[in-house]
């Protein structure tokens, strides 16, 4: 089924974590939404949009659990795990804020997902490769749903383009993680399982240029930018966001539901 | 017919549309929106539909609140979509208001200042996984029951809308009952949040159909104009009939010591219903009706920039497009 055998179990475990965690920090807090949007179509696309993102998470800890080899299945790795073996980006965990807030954070995450999951559908590992391949048609309509919004917000009144300029503003120092990587990407790269990620960043950065040259917005800079998610350093606000995701199981464990 | 001049409802009469739309009911056609119609049938329409579509938005916060929360994965994502279901049921019942002649955008405004109800069953809090079943499996039922009777209502628009809700409701209901048989089947602990939920909620249920058919005020009109097609009591019963079985085969009691089958009737006999409350909560009096209304005003007016930004970007593409065709 996989080619990777130039990898070993536990590196590829944890990068396919990596990819799951984002997948459902992310849709765990669209789903926040849910009833409170701002028109019902709204809420009825973010719903969507979290259940893309939810069922990425599945397939990629069911996979992750296989390659493991330990037995664990996918709601083991949402449900069992504290804040510090979480690896999710953080951005994707900050909090919804007000809808240019949300949109921001989606905007910025789904233009990477884009890159990300192109190459990922060209993996040497083609179990991974068929998981990006259908994620990979979901976040291209996240970005154009996402990225039409920066557009009408920041082109829109005074207000929205204040509110959508500040949402920028407020995530930008979250960007740079996207691209970082560390060892265990190396060996990723190495094995021919995923890009590296830096080259991933001139045509995030020519996308995002382009909708925010469009929504009439001024690109960020940062002096300090955040990192630390992928190996378990994350914001107060994972441990929340784990205590409602968490609930059930660890108040009444080990039941079938 | 001429006796239906003096009649309320008829104000706007015309001889014509009168006839068309007293033959239109009387063979079982549907009306549409082109058509002549009484004003008071118009009103009731708009009453009722605007209702439901509420019901829909306003159902989707007692769920929402386990979206979070949810057991397992599969739950959550399968909870997800059914409130997403339900933002769209409330979509198309919003559109077939507008086939009426009033706007989205006026009926949410008659939610938000109390002037249009919504189902009283949402006033109550959904304190339990559990309540997520016990809501699937009984709210969403008991709006089958009354449902699939609308497909058949006599305003075309609706009877439509009616039939793709339905066939996504059934789906709601049978996910919800799943949800309570894993609780029936499992622990001590499960069990008594499953029966917990059922105390919780089956009263509440029955209430859903509305008053009795000898209170009930527009039950007649109603009736005559085929909108609504069976009582609030014919309803009730045919739900008490098809839902006590289903909690039965869980182990389940319903929380009625009045309930027994009467062979002669063929039907099960139940208790009386507490009609003060079901008046108090419909007002919003109920556990939580206050939060739900308050939740839905928060969300409109929170969202009321980005409905502005969304037409005034519009507006100005508009613009920009005009201006460039023009030169
Ligand atoms: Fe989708
Ligand atoms: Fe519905
Ligand atoms: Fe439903």
């Known amino acids: ?21 984002t997948s459902l920090i992310l849709g765990h807090r669209l789903s926040e ?65 007000d809808f240019a807030a949300t949109m921001v954070r989606q905007f910025l995450i789904d233009c990477f997902n884009v890159e990300l999951y192109t190459s990922l559908s060209k993996s040497t590992d083609t179990e991974l490769a068929a998981i990006a391949a259908k994620s990979l048609k979901e ?111 660890r108040a009444y464990p080990g039941m079938e539901w | 017919m001429s006796d239906l001049r003096d009649k309320k409802g008829y104000e706007n009469w015309d001889e014509a549309g009168v006839a068309r739309f007293e033959a239109l009911l009387a063979a079982e056609e549907k009306v549409e929106p082109r058509d002549w119609m009484p004003d008071g049938y118009r009103k009731l329409l708009v009453r009722q539909i605007s209702q439901h579509a509420h019901s829909e938005v306003v159902g989707m916060l007692p769920e929402g609140n386990w979206l979070t929360r949810a057991p397992t994965l599969k739950r959550k994502a399968v909870l997800l979509a059914k409130i997403q279901d339900e933002a769209g049921h409330a979509l198309y019942l919003y559109s077939a208001c507008e086939t009426l002649g009033t706007t989205r955008d006026e009926t949410i405004e008659a939610l938000h200042d109390g002037r ?55 789906f709601h209901q049978r996910q919800g009952y799943e949800i309570v048989t894993k609780l029936a089947q499992g622990t001590p602990e499960q069990k008594k949040m499953a029966q917990e939920a059922l105390n919780r909620w089956w009263w509440p249920s029955l209430m859903m ?94 969202g009321a920039w980005v409905r502005e930004a969304a037409l005034a970007h519009a507006e100005k593409r508009r613009a920009r497009r005009q201006a460039a065709a023009a030169e």
Request: aromatic content about 10%; some cysteine.
């Open chain 2, 116 to 170: 249009a109800k919504y189902s009283s069953i949402f006033n109550y809090p959904t304190l339990t996984w559990a309540d997520i079943g016990a809501i699937g499996w009984l709210v969403d039922g008991a709006a089958i029951v009354n449902q699939v009777m609308l497909c058949r209502c006599s305003y075309g628009p609706y009877a439509r809308a009616m039939e793709r809700i339905c066939k996504e409701e059934s």
């Open chain 1, 139 to 249: 976040v291209t309509y996240h970005r154009r749903h996402s990225g039409e919004w920066i557009i009408r917000m920041g082109d829109g009144t005074d207000e929205s383009h204040r509110r959508v300029q500040r949402a920028l503003d407020d995530h930008w120092i979250f960007v740079d993680e996207l691209f970082e990587t560390d060892a265990l990407d190396a060996a990723i790269v190495a094995a021919g399982i995923g890009p590296d990620l830096k080259s991933l960043r001139p045509a995030w950065d020519s996308m995002v240029d382009r909708v925010l040259a469009e929504a009439t917005l001024t690109r960020p800079q940062t002096d300090f930018p955040r990192s630390g998610g992928r190996t378990g350093s994350h914001s107060e606000y994972l441990g929340f966001i784990l205590s409602d995701l968490q609930f059930m199981q």
């Open chain 1, 1 to 21: 089924m996989t080619t990777a055998t130039d990898i070993d179990r536990k590196s590829l475990t944890e990068y396919l974590l990596r990819l799951g965690d």
């Open chain 2, 209 to 302: 159909f509305g008053p009795h058919d000898s209170e009930s005020t527009h039950g007649n009109q109603s009736t005559e104009w085929k909108i609504k097609r069976r009582s609030n009591d014919d309803l009730r019963q045919h739900f008490v009939d098809m839902t006590v079985p289903q909690a039965e085969i869980l182990g389940l009691t319903v929380p009625d010591p009045d309930l027994k089958w009467n062979e002669e009737r063929g039907h099960y006999d139940f208790g009386p219903i507490d009609w003060d409350e079901f008046k108090r909560v419909l007002k919003g009096g109920g556990p939580v009706g206050r939060e739900r209304l308050n939740a839905r005003r928060k969300a409109w007016e929170d």
């Open chain 1, 33 to 97: 939404w849910c009833g409170h949007g701002p028109v019902l179509e709204e809420d009825i696309a973010m719903s969507n949009i979290a259940l893309d993102l939810i069922g990425q998470a599945r397939l990629l800890y069911t996979y992750a659990g296989t390659v493991e080899g330990e037995g664990r299945d996918e709601d083991d790795f949402a449900f069992k795990r504290d804040v510090t073996d979480w690896k999710n980006l953080l951005l994707a965990e900050q909090p919804n804020g």
